[in-house]
């Protein structure tokens, strides 16, 4: 990995991470800010359920992540321009493929009648007092950010946004190309993994994104529908976007987000 890109990868640390994998070069774009290798289906774990209450923005907020919820990293209640995108802004050359842009870019699925967003970002690593300058720099990037969307929907609004992921990352396993704020995303692969836990229903998916250099960057979703509200979760690991490696999604932002729901 040359320095250069290196510095590159730091300069384009933003909630437009994945937008800007494919240059892996710095820019302002907007943004809202281990899978199974492609085995199965990203079939969601159901379970009946009654008729559950939508939740309005007010009580959204209050079941929204707080700093006081997790043990480490940093939470944002209040998100800044570069972390908040709006739907029209992402685009994808298959209609098809939407739901999953949607779902990377912290973007509410369908028409919720309420929804609000939080990011989480873990603590740098400290790199070692020997380290080069670029292994330095890697190992302060080498952590996760997490985008959080919470929606409630009215009626089957809720299914509906899990079940067009699912079937998105069915029809586009393939990969396909979307823009973010007028940012070209490559995505050259799409796997499912294991549901997550703690939810009526859920789905976990990576999407594989061309950036610069030949790399093959991993960006994580991860969606929990609880009742009649979905949480979608959009990680990407700052270091990966530079060196492809794989992470692992949080589970304890994960679960202390969903705990909160009930």
């Not at 907007?30 to 899978?35: I, S």
């Not at 079940?163 to 396909?176: L, S």
């Not at 990680?235 to 994960?254: K, Q, R, Y």
Request: net charge negative; proline share 5%; glycine share 10%.
């Amino acid at each position: 990995m040359r320095t250069s890109s290196v510095r590159r990868t730091a300069l384009a640390v933003s909630a437009t991470a994945l937008a800007l994998l494919v240059t892996a070069c710095g820019g302002s774009g907007d943004d809202q800010d281990k899978a199974d290798e492609g085995k199965g289906k990203a079939a969601p774990s159901t379970s009946a359920a009654a008729p559950a209450k939508t939740l309005t923005a007010a009580e959204l907020e209050k079941a929204a992540l707080a700093q006081s919820d997790v043990k480490g990293g940093k939470v944002a209640t209040k998100l800044p321009a570069t972390d908040d995108i709006a739907g029209e802004k992402v685009q994808t050359q298959d209609a098809a493929c939407l739901p999953l842009a949607h779902a990377q870019a912290g973007v509410a699925q369908g028409e919720p009648a309420a929804s609000v967003k939080r990011s989480w970002t873990g603590d740098p690593v400290k790199p070692s007092a020997d380290a080069k300058p670029e292994d330095a720099l890697l190992a302060a990037l080498d952590t996760e950010k997490v985008l959080i969307n919470l929606a409630s929907y009215e009626g089957d609004g809720a299914e509906q946004a899990v079940r067009g992921v699912v079937e998105a990352a069915e029809k586009c396993a393939g990969g396909f190309k979307a823009t973010l704020v007028g940012e070209p995303l490559d995505v050259t692969k799409v796997a499912t993994g294991d549901a997550p836990e703690g939810g009526d229903e859920g789905a976990a998916v990576t999407l594989t994104v061309a950036a610069d250099e030949g790399v093959a960057a991993p960006a994580k979703i991860v969606l929990v529908r609880k009742g009649s509200t979905v949480v979608t979760f959009s990680a990407v690991n700052l270091a990966s976007m530079a060196t492809g490696e794989d992470f692992e999604v949080p589970a304890d932002v994960v679960a202390a987000q969903v705990g909160k729901l009930g």
